[in-house]
């Protein structure tokens, strides 16, 4: 029986523990975060893609077969469209928009400078 666990430690620093229990022999799967139950699922003997929230974050687990064994990623999924993203995409754009803003700033203060003095 495969056993994996991750930690998740979210924006107020609270720790969310997720387990993932995958049967050898029967290929039932369980994912559990803090003794919850969030997933299950019989007979996984292929690659398969598992999707839940923990809070208002959006989480994949990936369950990969290679070559008859198999290997389990935990990520934060950043690609689909939920509030969560949606504010983090903003927040990216500003900060963007900021970061060119300070540069073009720089450039014609630093061009200023060469043209009167220079």
Known sequence: M???????????HRKYKVGLYHG????HLLIHC?????????HVRDTKKYT????????DVHVEQKKGKFAYSFEIDE????PRNIRRWRSDRSELVQTIALAMGIVIIIA???YFFG
């Open 79 to 82: 690609r689909t469209r939920t």
């Open 112 to 114: 200023m400078t060469l």
């Open 34 to 42: 803090n003794a919850k139950i969030l997933v299950i699922d019989f």
């Open 24 to 27: 050898d022999r029967s290929g």
């Open 52 to 59: 839940f929230y923990i809070n208002d974050e959006l989480f």
């Open 2 to 12: 495969s056993q994996i666990r991750w930690t998740y430690v979210d924006d107020y």
